[in-house]
């Protein structure tokens, strides 16, 4: 069974601190608290995202996060292969709870990493993750202050997992959510969807790109936040479509908002490799997961002015109306397919797998 | 039946087990597919691909069928029919963002896909 | 996407249907045998921009969909093997059979896999010469060649550890039972455009001939479905019957020769038992003798295993155009993707699954 998936051989940047011809795996020792414990903590959990509250190294960290609300999220990462084109799994676990709490219309502060390591992990491939995660900290201007390490016996784990937990500030007067969403509401999404489910998938069915398929994998803090400085309370909600891509996002904010949504498949953007790729794997894009896009509500009459905002931002290259909010029936999702003809969005039933026959 | 996907001859090459294989691309995304079923294929050409294998060349001038066939048509361009979840008109089309990708399924100009459809076709 | 796009294009439908519409002065009852023709025009709406005159019923051509359900049971026997490595298309995993379906038998620990293609299981054999690998050969002729290719080099190149399920079925045997149920209510068909591609459609004149009805071979994007039903109410108006082909841009009368030549080395016409209809005969492929030792069934001696389906699986009357899967009782409450009762709520190609997908209760 393959611990590690495949990535190039030599990390970037720093050489791994511990030396690789003395630990290059993990042990179930590297989780039982004692020394080797500490110089896994230290030697590279540190190096790697270290900062003055975590080299504290306390029981829990101490924040002061200023007066008024706060949002907190979390979220488990367990994807395979671990080195993706774009990112890998340490990366979409800061951007992952990064984004979560952006979307709640937070600014994220405070992340935790929680680190289920099975017995055998390359050393190599934990200090690429580490150096990772720490990229993706720095970028979505947050900081790692507390954190777990544990390691199972070979077979009980894939490798490694990462649970991250978030925390962000609201600012005064910030109300976003489902409950906000109206009939007439313009929905918007940031640019090209399924780019992530593509990516992890060609790796594993062996596609080949004539130009690579990248993970989506970002953080929205900085596009999210600009979009609500220029809206304001005209902006009613946000999302962030991972698993079960957009149709699962707009099903359940139907759902909860006991609206109806209609959305036209002429205007999804997609990039034109990945719909080649869900064509031949039978996939429909709305199901696919993206880990760097957002969904946007907003007052009908102010659409034209988010999405530029959208397009003028690094991450919402190719951003675009997709449909609007309708009174009914709640909980309905429909699109209009490109030849007029009309279908409904369903919520996704099980994994959706390649279709081939 | 089943999914069939039409791609486009890259190249080709003997392969291992000595079964004529090759390179498909489908809109940029390139599979490996075995040949064996159109021999004498060529770069360039387009092939229908069913689980790994071409079971079909495509016919160029036969794929134009449909659009002649339209031409021989009476011209009905002028008759608007209703259809349901007809495009809401308070979404404008000036809503497309600028330097969009290929939004999902055709565009619904003349000359789009790259095929040549009837030269009168008017959106 | 060349060859794709234009035919999504909305202007031409518009068009094709107010053709169809101009055309229709009387009801007519069509079929479409291929669940990727159901899957499009369920997707694209087009059933419903039809003009009331014209009915689809959907037909049985999703391969996964008539699969016997003791087939199924034979492939979870072999899965659950240790020395065995179980491959297969994914569609297949979850198709329940008489208690578990292939995900379950995975997650109980036994080696399932998905491939994309026969000839990566054959790689798989020989990259794994300590294991025997099962390839489930489920298709209808379109799928044939690929499959015959599988055996095919695994004969040639000695690779004994590899060995093919079948379940292979044949169209025109279907056509001929639906036709000659006195139940029937089709007068026209859409014939398989992929099934063609490879047999052409040679076979398919004497069955137009006997029973008096239209058949235009039809591809699998919205325009040639649209262009398809036209040329099919066209001969009905006219009174015409025979073979007319819309999708000549990959089909031609006599199909794919080296295809064709390969697949009848390696196969021969064997009777087959269709889940929800029974057993038609002449109407599926088995493995020749020379190819007993990389057949499945005579090597793992599966001939004892069979089963009947439950009879609250209403699959045989949808896959015969006589029931809409709304109109089963237990669609969407007994029987949903989660928990399906029979194959074509499952199959990416089913009917069953097209309506609930695609939300249509009625």
Redesign the interface.
């Known amino acids: 069974m393959t611990i590690s998936s495949a990535g190039p051989a030599l990390s970037q940047g720093p050489a791994c601190p511990i030396p690789i011809d003395r630990y290059p795996t993990i042990t179930l020792a590297h989780g039982g608290g004692g020394r080797l414990s500490d110089i896994l903590v230290r030697e590279l959990l540190l190096e790697a995202y270290g900062n003055d509250e975590l080299e504290r190294l306390g029981d829990g960290a101490l924040l002061d996060l200023g007066p008024g609300r706060l949002a907190f999220s979390t979220d488990s990462f367990v994807v395979y292969p671990h080195f993706f084109p774009g990112g890998d799994i340490g990366s979409l676990a800061v951007h992952g709870t990064v984004n979560d709490v952006a979307m709640c219309g937070a600014t994220p502060k405070v992340l935790s990493i929680g680190l289920i390591l099975e017995e055998g992990f390359p050393m190599e491939d934990l200090w690429r993750v580490a150096q990772s995660i720490r990229a993706a900290a720095d970028e979505a201007g947050v900081r790692i202050v507390t954190g777990d390490t544990k390691v199972v016996d070979r077979g009980k784990g894939d490798g490694i997992f990462i649970n991250t937990t978030g925390i962000g500030v609201l600012d005064e007067g910030v109300d976003l959510g489902a409950h906000r969403i109206e009939a007439g509401d313009a929905i918007l999404v940031s ?2 969807i399924a780019n992530h489910g593509i990516a992890i998938l ?1 790796l594993r ?7 690579p398929i990248e993970t989506d994998s970002a953080s929205l803090h900085d596009i999210a936040t600009r979009l609500r400085d220029v809206l304001g309370g005209d902006l009613h909600a946000m999302r962030d479509p991972t698993r079960g891509g957009v149709a699962s996002a707009l099903n359940e904010l139907a759902r909860t908002s006991g609206r109806g949504m ?1 959305i ?10 990945v ?3 869900c ?2 794997l ?1 996939l429909d ?1 709305l199901y696919v997961a993206n880990e760097g896009k957002l969904i946007a509500f907003v007052a ?1 009459d102010r ?2 002015e988010a ?1 530029e905002v ?2 003028g931002h690094l991450l919402g ?5 997709i ?2 909010v309708t009174e009914g029936p709640a909980g ?1 999702v ?1 699109q ?11 919520m996704l ?2 994994e959706q ?5 | ?3 069939g ?1 039409p ?1 486009r001859v890259v190249d080709v090459q003997p392969s291992p087990i000595g079964v004529p294989m090759g ?1 498909v ?8 597919v075995c040949l064996a079923y159109v021999p004498d294929v060529e770069p360039g050409e387009y092939v229908v ?1 069913h ?1 790994g294998f071409a079971i079909s060349r495509i016919d160029e001038e036969e794929a134009d069928e449909v659009f002649r066939f339209l031409e021989s048509m009476d011209e009905l361009d002028e008759i608007h029919i209703p ?6 008109p ?2 404008p089309d000036r ?14 100009g003349p000359g789009s896909g790259g095929a040549e459809p009837s030269t009168d076709d008017t959106a | ?1 060349k060859y ?1 796009d234009e035919y ?3 202007a031409a ?2 068009r094709l249907l107010e053709g169809i519409r101009a055309r229709a002065t009387q009801p007519w009852t069509l079929m479409e045998i291929c669940g990727g023709q159901t899957h499009t025009l ?5 059933d ?2 039809l003009p009331e005159e014209i009915e689809l019923v959907h037909g049985p051509g999703c ?2 969909c008539v699969t016997p359900l003791e087939m199924i049971d034979r492939a979870i026997a072999l899965a659950r093997r240790s020395d065995v490595i179980f491959t297969s ?3 297949m ?2 198709v329940p059979g008489s208690e578990i379906d292939l995900l379950g038998v995975k997650a109980q620990g036994g080696d399932v896999r ?1 491939v ?1 293609s026969p000839l990566d299981a054959v790689t798989l054999a020989k990259k794994h010469p300590e294991k025997e690998v099962v390839f489930f050969a ?2 209808f002729e379109t ?1 044939a060649p690929a499959n015959a290719m599988a055996v095919w080099t695994a004969k040639r190149e000695g690779i004994e550890n590899f060995s093919m399920l079948v379940s292979h079925v044949l169209v025109p045997p279907a056509m001929e039972a639906i036709l000659a149920d006195p139940q029937n209510r089709v007068q026209g068909f859409l014939a398989a455009g992929h099934v063609c591609a490879v047999m052409g459609y040679e076979e398919y004149e004497p069955l137009a001939e006997k029973h008096r009805t239209p058949m235009v071979v039809t591809g699998f994007e ?1 325009l040639d479905l649209l262009q398809g039903i036209l040329m099919t109410v066209e001969m009905l108006e006219e009174g015409r019957y025979g073979v007319e082909n819309q999708y000549a841009r990959a089909v031609t009368r006599d199909g794919n020769a080296p295809a064709r030549n390969l697949v009848a080395e390696v196969f021969e016409v064997s009777d087959r038992k269709w889940r929800g209809i029974g057993a038609i005969p002449c109407s599926g492929f088995g493995l020749r003798d020379d190819y007993a030792p990389w057949d499945a069934m005579r090597k793992f001696h599966m001939e004892g295993i069979s089963a009947d389906e439950p009879e609250e699986c209403h699959a045989g009357e949808v896959l015969r155009g006589l029931m809409k899967p709304p109109d089963c009782p237990a669609f969407g409450t007994l029987c ?3 928990n399906p009762l029979g194959a074509p709520m499952v199959s ?2 089913g009917a069953c699954a097209a309506y ?5 209760t009625g």
Do not use: N, W
Request: hydrophobic share 35%; proline share 8%; glycine share 14%.
């Open positions: 640019g090209p060609s069915e062996g596609l080949e790109f004539e130009t209609h036209e498949e002429s205007r999804l953007p997609l990039d034109p490799p719909r080649g790729a064509e031949i039978g894009p009908e659409a034209d999405l959208l397009a290259r190719g951003a675009a109306l449909g609007r309905r429909t209009k397919s490109t030849i007029g003809g009309s279908r409904v969005v369903e039933s099980g797998l390649p279709r081939i026959c | 039946m089943c999914l996907v791609g390179k691309s489908f809109g940029g995304v390139v599979k490996e691909v689980v259809q349901p979840g007809e495009s809401d308070s979404l809503f497309a963002s600028p330097g969009a990708a290929t939004a999902g399924g055709a565009s619904s | 996407m794709v999504r294009d909305e439908a518009t369920v997707k694209f709406g087009i419903r921009m391969p996964v298309f994914g569609d995993l979850r998905i994309y489920v298709g799928t919205p949903t993707p989660e990416s190609e609930f997908q695609y939300g249509r």
